[in-house]
């Protein structure tokens, strides 16, 4: 008990209550990658103690995965159409081993518009879309011609639930055992979710201690590193030396705790990382809207839009490694209202999310690996929408899951990435009758499988499958033997 009583006089005299949450831990900078906060009576204390200005020891900053490919995963809730109206999907022999027409009306695709037909299938970024595709259109509307002759991408034909959060699709934790990092944090996303977006991680792959920093708007991400009011009383080199003389008085008070020598080093060291980050970066670094690359992609008036301002905030952090990987959570995918227009306007719109990631990557010269999921997916009973946005396709009437499917994209600087083998562009394929095979692999009918073969082909890209069975043990894929089946892309790196 005698313990406790002298941990909140502590805290106390530190000028804070004892913290309860992982939100009171992030603002008294006792977890690395947080905002800053300094106490009213700071200036007085300095005048009085010039011992403050002495080195602290040197606990360091977190460095970015050196070499690791930034990782971004777009959470579209609701059901969104991927497999057909978007990506095509075929048979057994691939993409291109076109489903028969009733397939791909259940699809959204009426008659005239199936795959075979002439004009119907687009492959500009290496992985097949149809030609009509909104999200293709919105990729292309935000990403040049040099980018997207450097992308390519692969489809992976696997079911999930409907309209639910409970699909364990985002592979974020994973991604970051995997070895991506951030020099402020590990993850970030849009939601202040354990899994930074919508659907949830994998159970076996959750480590609350690198729970994703949720970022969803231009001063979520500049609150990253803030020294308050400092910054608008002195200069960032005087800032810095006034957070290098909290961390010192702190320190005394520190050594007085009667917790483990390991507690006290967390928390000597979680301050020196502090004031290091306050000394290394500033709120205006990481300020997407303060970014000149940024905004010659996103444009001022882009950005008064939260799916574009969701989008720029989590980007500019990982693709500049202060994050190592982010999950861009975009809402209202259950667009099945006997329309088809709703549905190609939300399309449109993550399109151009995508594609302004992708030009982003290709702006400042990084790789980068793009992963799309839904939690389930719609059909279409062959109903025409001819309106302007409906565009003459087949109107959306219901969630179906067994329509579902997931892709990714993966941009490199050094040319467009390579597939291990021809076949790899689709892994799984569909039915005739326009519903997936949920036997075709072990990732078809099992989310849980389907995240661990993101983390894989995460790390065959950065060419680190060798290390796979110890980052995820329990992953369900089957023996090493079996995994080159599930991985579509060559090293990157």
């Not at 009583?5 to 502590?10: M, R, T, V």
């Not at 320190?251 to 290394?280: D, F």
């Not at 702006?363 to 939690?375: A, E, R, T």
């Not at 719609?378 to 499917?405: L, M, P, Y």
């Amino acid at each position: 008990m005698s313990k406790h009583i002298e941990q909140n006089k502590l805290l106390n005299m530190l000028g804070h209550g004892r913290p309860m949450t992982r939100r009171d831990f992030l603002g008294r900078g006792l977890i690395p990658g947080v905002g800053i906060l300094a106490a009213p009576s700071l200036l007085g204390l300095l005048m009085r103690s010039p011992a403050a200005y002495a080195q602290a020891a040197d606990c360091g900053v977190a460095t970015a995965a050196v070499g690791k490919v930034p990782f971004l995963a777009f959470d579209l809730s609701g059901g969104a159409s991927i497999a057909g109206s978007n990506v095509i999907v075929g048979g057994p022999g691939g993409q291109l081993d076109f489903l028969p027409p009733e397939g791909y009306l259940k699809l959204g695709l009426p008659a005239g518009m199936t795959p075979d037909k002439a004009n119907q299938v687009n492959t500009q970024l290496g992985l097949a879309f149809h030609a009509d595709s909104a999200f293709l259109r919105g990729i292309v509307s935000k990403a040049s011609p040099e980018t997207i002759a450097n992308v390519n991408g692969a489809v992976i034909c696997a079911r999930s639930e409907n309209d639910t959060g409970n699909n364990p699709h985002n592979p974020m934790y994973g991604i970051a055992k995997a070895g991506a990092n951030g020099s402020l944090v590990a993850l970030i996303g849009n939601d202040s979710s354990e899994s930074g977006g919508k659907s949830r991680a994998p159970t076996t792959m959750v480590d609350l201690s690198i729970r994703p920093t949720k970022v969803a708007k231009a001063s979520d991400a500049a609150g990253l590193v803030n020294t308050g009011k400092l910054a608008t009383l002195m200069n960032p080199e005087d800032a810095a030396l006034v957070m290098k003389a909290v961390e010192q008085l702190s320190a005394p008070k520190i050594n007085k705790l009667t917790e483990s020598q390991l507690v006290k080093t967390l928390m000597t060291c979680s301050y020196s990382q502090t004031t290091a980050a306050a000394t290394k970066f500033t709120p205006a670094a990481l300020d997407p809207t303060q970014d000149s690359k940024l905004t010659q992609i996103f444009t001022a008036d882009n950005l008064k839009n939260e799916v574009f301002m969701r989008t720029a905030s989590v980007m500019k952090l990982v693709i500049n490694g202060y994050a190592g990987a982010g999950t861009i959570e975009l809402g209202g995918y259950d667009y099945h209202d006997s329309t088809r227009a709703n549905g190609e306007r939300k399309d449109f719109a993550a399109g151009q999310a995508i594609g302004a990631a992708l030009e982003y990557a290709k702006v400042m010269q990084k790789p980068l690996m793009i992963y799309v999921f839904s939690d389930g997916a719609v059909d279409s009973n062959g109903q025409i929408d001819n309106s302007t946005d409906g565009r003459g396709k087949c109107v959306w009437k219901g969630d179906n899951s067994s329509t579902a499917s997931v892709f990714f994209l993966v941009y490199s600087p050094k040319g467009r990435p390579q597939l291990t083998a021809s076949t790899k562009q689709q892994i799984g394929f569909f039915k005739a009758n326009g519903s997936l095979e949920t036997t075709a692999t072990p990732i078809s009918n099992n989310v849980d499988q389907l995240a661990a073969a993101i983390v894989l082909n995460y790390m065959a890209l950065n060419n680190d499958v060798g290390k796979f069975g110890q980052v995820i043990p329990s992953n369900g894929l089957g023996a090493p033997s079996a995994w080159d089946k599930l991985i579509a892309f060559q090293p990157i790196v």
